[in-house]
């Protein structure tokens, strides 16, 4: 075993504050600064703060616990940085997008209404904290105090195997966000226009897959202690490791049911449908490509129904049905008047 553990160090002895998880003063920073940011976008109007405030909340936990615990260990270190430089990337595009686009459509019904503005920012307070309990839990004198004075060596499978996927999340991530901004900016305008370019060509979100798979990785490398069993005889940090879990659980439920795939899927095929405006090159881009976990069309599309329903996660909810779902008298309404379009141009006079 001598091979497989290191030496705890640290700068300075673990500081207790309020709770020996840092649950209690990381909601308390995280609702502070939200409600600073809350304050100012609702005053001013002012959208271009909002995720900003989101992203960069990330860091100050990972900064803040990384320094109250004082622990100079690798796997303490890793996890702070991957958890900042996820956090500290997400903020700035967002940031630069929302300076381009000028505002952001997510809160035309909220900006001038005090309780649901403030419902969203509730929303982010909650979001940033439980994200960010792999970070917070691994970096809390509970933990650190638990594996003195021998923590499990960094290089276990389990950091090997987060590390790489982080950085291949992480890649992803970043790199399909700059895809999608950059086609909507160029071929993205002309109407009915599919985004297949790069990871988009693989899956219909890369985007939502990397951030899953970057806060999965991050867990990974944190629980390792709990998970090479050093910390079987204290079941508080061997619990609370396992469950911190919740972090990138939560996120996974927002991407796929309340603000992600939900409202972008079915409702973005229905309205395709509708004005008919390139519905047959979009059908063929469903049927072609994976909903969420990249892989290419040539598999993805001759996959059985079955399984893009259930382990592809192309679950029935997402699924546009014209049949079920479209509006029919919208749908006869636009044909009408494509018809009286045609009709008006057959009838124009030829110019001698």
Same mark, same amino acid.
């Given at each position: 075993?001598?091979?497989?553990?290191?030496?705890?160090?640290?700068?300075?002895?673990?500081?207790?504050?309020? &709770?020996?998880?840092?649950?209690?003063?990381?909601?308390?920073?995280?609702?502070? %600064?939200?409600?600073?940011?809350?304050?100012?976008? #609702?005053?001013?109007?002012?959208?271009?703060?909002?995720?900003?405030?989101?992203?960069?909340?990330?860091?100050?936990?990972?900064?803040?616990?990384?320094?109250?615990?004082?622990?100079?260990?690798?796997?303490?270190?890793?996890?702070?940085?991957? /958890?900042?430089?996820?956090?500290a990337?997400?903020?700035? +595009?967002?940031? +630069?997008? /929302?300076?381009?686009?000028?505002? &952001?459509?997510?809160?035309?019904?909220?900006r001038?209404? #005090? +309780?649901? #503005?403030?419902?969203?920012?509730?929303?982010?307070?909650?979001?940033v904290?439980?994200?960010?309990?792999?970070?917070?839990?691994?970096?809390?004198?509970?933990?650190?105090?638990?594996?003195?004075?021998?923590?499990?060596?960094?290089?276990?499978?389990?950091?090997?195997?987060?590390?790489?996927?982080?950085?291949?999340?992480?890649?992803?991530?970043?790199?399909?966000?700059?895809?999608?901004?950059? +086609?909507?900016?160029?071929?993205?305008?002309?109407?009915?226009?599919?985004?297949?370019?790069?990871?988009?060509?693989?899956?219909?979100?890369?985007?939502?897959f990397?951030?899953?798979?970057?806060?999965?990785?991050?867990?990974?490398?944190?629980?390792?202690?709990?998970? %090479?069993?050093?910390?079987?005889?204290?079941?508080?940090? %061997?619990?609370?490791? %396992?469950?911190?879990?919740?972090?990138?659980?939560?996120?996974?439920t927002?991407?796929?049911?309340?603000?992600?795939?939900?409202?972008?899927?079915?409702?973005g095929?229905?309205?395709?449908?509708?004005?008919?405006?390139?519905?047959?090159?979009?059908?063929?881009?469903?049927? &072609?490509?994976?909903?969420?976990?990249?892989m290419?069309?040539?598999?993805w599309s001759?996959?059985?129904?079955?399984?893009?329903?259930?382990?592809?996660?192309?679950?029935?909810?997402?699924? #546009?049905?014209?049949?079920?779902?479209?509006?029919?008298?919208?749908?006869?309404?636009?044909?009408?008047?494509?018809?009286?379009?045609?009709?008006?141009?057959?009838?124009?006079?030829?110019?001698?």
């Open positions: 075993m001598g091979n497989s553990i290191s030496l705890a160090r640290f700068t300075h002895e673990p500081i207790h504050v309020l &709770d020996d998880y840092y649950l209690a003063i990381t909601l308390l920073v995280t609702v502070a %600064y939200q409600l600073i940011g809350f304050a100012i976008a #609702f005053t001013l109007k002012f959208d271009k703060l909002t995720d900003f405030m989101g992203g960069t909340n990330f860091v100050w936990l990972a900064i803040m616990t990384l320094a109250m615990g004082g622990s100079t260990n690798a796997r303490q270190i890793v996890t702070s940085i991957f /958890i900042m430089l996820w956090g990337r997400l903020s700035a +595009f967002l940031l +630069f997008r /929302i300076l381009k686009t000028g505002k &952001d459509d997510r809160f035309d019904d909220k001038d209404k #005090f +309780f649901p #503005f403030l419902g969203f920012w509730v929303a982010q307070m909650l979001w904290w439980v994200v960010s309990l792999p970070v917070t839990i691994l970096n809390s004198p509970a933990v650190l105090e638990a594996t003195r004075p021998y923590q499990p060596k960094f290089g276990h499978a389990t950091d090997v195997i987060g590390v790489i996927l982080f950085a291949v999340a992480f890649l992803m991530e970043a790199i399909a966000d700059i895809q999608k901004y950059r +086609f909507k900016q160029g071929p993205g305008k002309q109407p009915g226009a599919v985004c297949d370019v790069g990871f988009f060509k693989w899956s219909r979100h890369p985007n939502y990397g951030e899953i798979m970057v806060q999965v990785s991050i867990y990974m490398i944190a629980v390792t202690p709990a998970s %090479y069993g050093f910390l079987s005889a204290y079941p508080g940090p %061997y619990a609370a490791l %396992y469950a911190s879990a919740v972090g990138w659980i939560l996120l996974t927002l991407l796929l049911f309340v603000s992600g795939l939900n409202l972008q899927e079915r409702p095929a229905k309205k395709r449908f509708e004005k008919g405006v390139g519905w047959p090159q979009y059908e063929k881009y469903l049927h &072609d490509t994976s909903i969420l976990i990249p290419p069309p040539a598999i001759k996959l059985p129904v079955i399984v893009k329903r259930t382990i592809g996660c192309e679950w029935p909810m997402y699924v #546009f049905d014209p049949e079920k779902h479209a509006d029919k008298k919208a749908v006869e309404d636009r044909q009408a008047e494509e018809g009286d379009r045609q009709g008006s141009q057959s009838e124009e006079p030829l110019h001698q």
